[in-house]
T-cell receptor, first 116, second 114 residues
Framework: EAGVTQFPSHSVIEKGQTVTLRCDPISGHDNLYWYRRVMGKEIKFLLHFVKESKQDESGMPNNRFLAERTGGTYSTLKVQPAELEDSGVYFC??????????????FGQGTRLTVV | AQSVTQPDIHITVSEGASLELRCNYSYGATPYLFWYVQSPGQGLQLLLKYFSGDTLVQGIKGFEAEFKRSQSSFNLRKPSVHWSDAAEYFCAVGANTGFQKLVFGTGTRLLVSP
């Protein structure tokens, strides 16, 4: 079974440009999460989808970040316009409900975003 | 608010020596606790988790962790480190109701010397 897949693995963009990150969760996982790690800091929660609905977006830094999950399958995270402080590694994770509780989250390899 | 502290940013261990990585958490209820590892060029991989029951949990790659409620700790241990264990290790706590939101520590980078 394929794991969580993220594209691209690396992205270098100029300040002011737009970047779209993609995440393909494990098939059948209703829960999808985005996290971010800026250099040297902890991995921080951005948001959580249940199927196509945003369950919790309390970690989104500002309105330059837009996450979507059309059809409840893959998700995209768009940063527009990108700023220098957006640089970091963006992780996607997915999990499923089993037996009335959530399973552990399975993470992708991350997208390293560098804004110059 | 939940928080996780990993006091050691870097640790160097000789190959074959034992390892203990420290993790302290702050959470008002019974926590769900996790250790993840990120090897170079790889994603986060779950090593082990604690939900309830036996406070000593076994994970993959020969790792184990012990939940100590009185100390709010969940330290990771391995009796004999291999060079392939060099990686960054993250402790995380999840909300009791379903841990939809994980709170991570800042990570500990493990270096293994020959």
């Amino acid at each position: 079974e394929a794991g969580v897949t993220q594209f691209p693995s690396h992205s270098v963009i100029e300040k002011g440009q737009t970047v779209t990150l993609r995440c393909d969760p494990i098939s059948g996982h209703d829960n999808l999460y985005w996290y971010r790690r800026v250099m040297g800091k902890e991995i921080k929660f951005l948001l959580h989808f249940v199927k196509e609905s945003k369950q919790d977006e309390s970690g989104m830094p500002n309105n330059r970040f837009l996450a979507e999950r059309t059809g409840g399958t893959y998700s995209t995270l768009k940063v527009q316009p990108a700023e220098l402080e957006d640089s970091g590694v963006y992780f996607c994770a997915s999990s499923q409900w089993t037996g009335g509780m959530n399973t552990e989250a399975f993470f992708g390899q991350g997208t390293r975003l560098t804004v110059v | 608010a939940q928080s996780v502290t990993q006091p050691d940013i870097h640790i160097t261990v000789s190959e074959g020596a034992s390892l203990e990585l420290r993790c302290n958490y702050s959470y008002g209820a019974t926590p769900y606790l996790f250790w993840y590892v990120q090897s170079p060029g790889q994603g986060l991989q779950l090593l082990l988790k604690y939900f309830s029951g036996d406070t000593l949990v076994q994970g993959i790659k020969g790792f184990e962790a012990e939940f100590k409620r009185s100390q709010s700790s969940f330290n990771l241990r391995k009796p004999s480190v291999h060079w392939s264990d060099a990686a960054e290790y993250f402790c995380a706590v999840g909300a009791n109701t379903g841990f939809q939101k994980l709170v991570f520590g800042t990570g500990t980078r493990l270096l293994v010397s020959p």
